[in-house]
């Protein structure tokens, strides 16, 4: 039996576009700085977020370059970041605790490789590190609600030598 060259040229470039995708999604998983969220995070009671390190969001430094963001996502707004920008200085190291006060929420910071789910009672810990001064957006990426859309927050990377007369 002969196979037309035509019908062999369509199988061989099949059979590239396969091993092409399976070795674009091999990359994806096992690439340089991709790295899944893990549940190091831990859990606190939703119900009572008044008694935990989320009773007082904010911005806390840790060390020298070394900062923690706890913030609490709830209809409709982020606890810093809606009503206050949450302010962090460059060449920074800023670890985010995100959690949930009432329904499933997401924590994206726009350009970042921060995207997070807050889930009530779970606390979602992602780090990341700020080299320039900059403003992100802050925006929800689960639907929470009617007021989903105007969920949103800004985040301000100050130049480190103003980021001590304003403060986080």
Not at 12 to 18: E, H, T
Not at 48 to 53: R, V
Not at 103 to 110: I, L, N, Q, T
């Amino acid at each position: 039996m002969e196979i037309h060259r035509y019908e062999k040229l369509w199988t061989v470039a099949a059979l590239l576009l396969i091993v092409g995708l399976i070795a674009t999604v091999t990359y994806g998983a096992v690439g340089p700085g991709v790295t899944m969220v893990s549940d190091s995070g831990g859990t606190v009671d939703a119900d009572s977020l008044g008694d935990t390190e989320f009773g007082d969001p904010g911005v806390t430094q840790i060390g020298e370059n070394e900062y923690e963001v706890h913030v609490v996502a709830r209809q409709f707004l982020f606890q810093p970041g809606t009503a206050e920008p949450i302010r962090v200085p460059a060449n920074s190291e800023v670890t985010f605790y995100i959690t949930a006060a009432d329904v499933v929420h997401g924590f994206e910071v726009a350009g970042t490789n921060v995207n997070v789910m807050a889930i009530p009672g779970q606390v979602a810990e992602v780090t990341v590190r700020f080299d320039d001064p900059a403003e992100y957006g802050i925006v929800c990426h689960e639907y929470c609600g009617s007021g989903h859309h105007t969920m949103a927050g800004q985040l301000v990377v100050v130049p480190e030598d103003e980021y001590d007369t304003e403060g986080s």
